[in-house]
């Protein structure tokens, strides 16, 4: 009898611990579903889910949140200047910048290619708009020598559209939003933060150039 109790103790311990090494593999499995493979930080899948929980939160207007809009400047020259490492470099400089900026509750993800954006919870315009311009200079002051990278690259910049969420309005509406505020910022010259104010009169679009910058 002792032998088969000690037998069973056995494998219980055994199947706990094969247990504890399923949870952590399910945990890293899905931490890796949610990140974008080159940058770390969110991917787009991630983004979608904390906008819609943050939209979610926000009914009743109690809880405001903004959305970032963030695009690395001219990252197709950077590349054919420096080489795809090195642009690789700078993409991971701003995910890191973006990610280290903001509080634990925010996300900020990878959006695609050079193109990220940041949900900031319970932060009407007004502060989404200096934290987006705080990030935008952190970005430009921050030297690409400090990754190991060669000598003499040029700064990193990027510009930024904030828009807040509005009670009730398609996801789809608020990062469009975000984004017009984006190339406005590419069409004012790049390396800047422009919000929804500068796009918009009463509520209604402003007139602007339909090229890309």
Known sequence: MRMSINKLERRVVHSAAEIA?????????????NADPLTGIANRKMLEFELKRSAKEAAGGDKPFSVLMVDVDEF????????????DHALKLVARTLA????????????????????LVETPLDGAIKLAENLRARIET????????????????????????REDEPLKRLVGRADRALYRA????RNRVVSERDIEVH???????KARA
Do not use: C
């Open 21 to 33: 090494e399923l949870r952590d593999n399910l945990e890293q499995a899905q931490r890796e579903a």
């Open 76 to 87: 197709k020259q950077f590349n054919d200047e420096y080489g795809h490492q090195i642009g």
């Open 100 to 119: 280290q900026g903001i509080k634990r509750r925010d996300l900020a993800a990878r959006f695609g290619g050079e193109e990220f954006s940041v949900v």
């Open 142 to 165: 921050t030297k690409l020598e400090s990754e190991g990278v060669s000598h003499g690259v040029r700064p990193v910049t990027i510009s930024i559209g904030v828009a807040q969420y």
């Open 186 to 189: 590419k069409e004012q010259g």
């Open 203 to 209: 509520g209604r679009p402003k007139s602007r150039a």
